[in-house]
């Protein structure tokens, strides 16, 4: 038979939900880790991550392009999308900015090389083995942060072709390449946005370069893994310096074609991310 709480049970009752929230909040943001012990890398790990991230991709080739196929499929999207006059400003800004969302792209393919590493006959649906990450709700948090430092790039992108060649839409296609590429403002428009996409591009790669791997890894909070992310980013400056280019690099030949090389680069990236947290993370 059901109990009928008195109003001091319930207020009991519920004051201990609400402790048990906060616990499992606070967990999400600290875990129940130590942070871990970092290394220092040279270029040659680099070299070595790719080289095993490109195993990985032949080992599960078919699985992963089938996995990674919804990434260039949403650029196509947003780059029809930013081809109305209106949105044409931030064509740029949209493909340049995949960078910031790479890392969340690719936490499945994360999961994967986690669990071949461990002998296991991976197939697509490994990656969604992230989900059972004990730190799973601060890997949401984190990819928030990301999506919101993604739309912040966005709207910095407005607010500068409003200072240079706005407010006014483009007339057309043509003309915004006209004004861009022949005009003094359009090339100041170009390296204040090259500067400002810099910093951004920085501030992604150090809160999320080995954070994703950290919290599938690891019982650690989020604190934790970007902590941990951003000393590593510290201790190895040059090294990581280098990796940033080669995945900026790697994601603007991904653009081309039509986004279609992503169906290679992302996975390839992503799996090499997986063996360079290993060299990283004691």
Same mark, same amino acid.
Request: proline share 5%; net charge positive.
């Given at each position: 038979?059901? !109990? %009928?709480?008195?109003?001091?049970?319930?207020? +009991?009752?519920?004051?201990?939900?609400?402790?048990?929230?906060?616990?499992?909040?606070?967990?999400?943001?600290? =875990?129940?880790?130590?942070?871990?012990?970092?290394?220092?890398?040279?270029?040659?790990?680099?070299?070595?991550?790719?080289?095993?991230?490109?195993?990985?991709?032949?080992?599960?080739?078919?699985?992963?392009?089938?996995?990674?196929?919804?990434?260039?499929?949403?650029?196509?999207?947003?780059?029809?999308?930013?081809? &109305?006059?209106?949105?044409?400003?931030?064509?740029?800004?949209?493909?340049?900015?995949?960078?910031?969302?790479?890392?969340?792209?690719?936490?499945?393919? /994360?999961?994967?090389?986690?669990?071949?590493?461990?002998?296991?006959?991976?197939?697509?649906? !490994?990656?969604?083995?992230?989900?059972?990450?004990?730190?799973?709700?601060?890997?949401?948090?984190?990819?928030? %942060?990301?999506?919101?430092?993604?739309?912040?790039?966005?709207?910095?992108?407005?607010?500068?072709?409003?200072?240079?060649?706005?407010?006014?839409?483009?007339?057309?296609?043509?003309?915004?390449?006209?004004?861009?590429?022949?005009?003094?403002? =359009?090339?100041?428009?170009?390296?204040? =946005?090259?500067?400002?996409?810099?910093?951004? +591009?920085?501030?992604?790669?150090?809160?999320?370069?080995?954070?994703?791997?950290?919290?599938?890894?690891?019982?650690?909070?989020?604190?934790?893994?970007?902590?941990?992310?951003?000393?590593?980013?510290?201790? &190895?400056?040059?090294?990581?310096?280098?990796?940033?280019?080669?995945?900026?690099?790697?994601?603007?030949?991904?653009?081309?074609?039509?986004?279609?090389?992503? %169906?290679?680069?992302?996975?390839?990236?992503?799996?090499?991310?997986?063996?360079? /947290?290993?060299?990283?993370?004691?």
């Amino acid at each position: 038979m059901a !109990h %009928i709480k008195n109003p001091l049970e319930w207020t +009991a009752a519920e004051f201990g939900s609400a402790a048990g929230h906060v616990r499992g909040a606070t967990r999400s943001v600290y =875990g129940s880790e130590a942070p871990p012990t970092l290394r220092r890398i040279a270029v040659g790990d680099l070299r070595d991550a790719l080289r095993r991230g490109f195993d990985d991709f032949a080992a599960c080739r078919t699985d992963v392009i089938f996995l990674c196929l919804i990434y260039p499929l949403a650029g196509l999207v947003l780059a029809r999308f930013a081809l &109305n006059q209106a949105f044409l400003p931030l064509l740029f800004p949209l493909a340049s900015g995949f960078a910031l969302l790479g890392p969340v792209a690719a936490v499945g393919l /994360y999961e994967m090389s986690r669990e071949r590493e461990q002998g296991v006959r991976v197939s697509w649906a !490994h990656a969604f083995g992230v989900t059972r990450a004990p730190s799973f709700g601060a890997i949401v948090v984190l990819s928030l %942060i990301l999506l919101a430092l993604f739309l912040a790039w966005l709207g910095a992108a407005v607010v500068l072709y409003a200072l240079t060649l706005g407010p006014e839409a483009p007339a057309s296609l043509s003309a915004f390449a006209t004004d861009v590429f022949t005009t003094p403002a =359009g090339w100041a428009m170009i390296g204040i =946005g090259v500067a400002v996409g810099f910093v951004f +591009a920085v501030v992604a790669l150090a809160i999320s370069v080995v954070s994703y791997p950290i919290l599938l890894d690891h019982d650690v909070g989020l604190a934790t893994a970007i902590g941990t992310s951003v000393r590593a980013v510290r201790q &190895n400056p040059r090294t990581m310096a280098v990796w940033g280019l080669i995945v900026a690099g790697g994601l603007v030949l991904g653009t081309i074609p039509a986004f279609v090389g992503l %169906i290679v680069v992302l996975p390839v990236l992503g799996h090499a991310t997986w063996h360079l /947290y290993r060299k990283l993370v004691a």
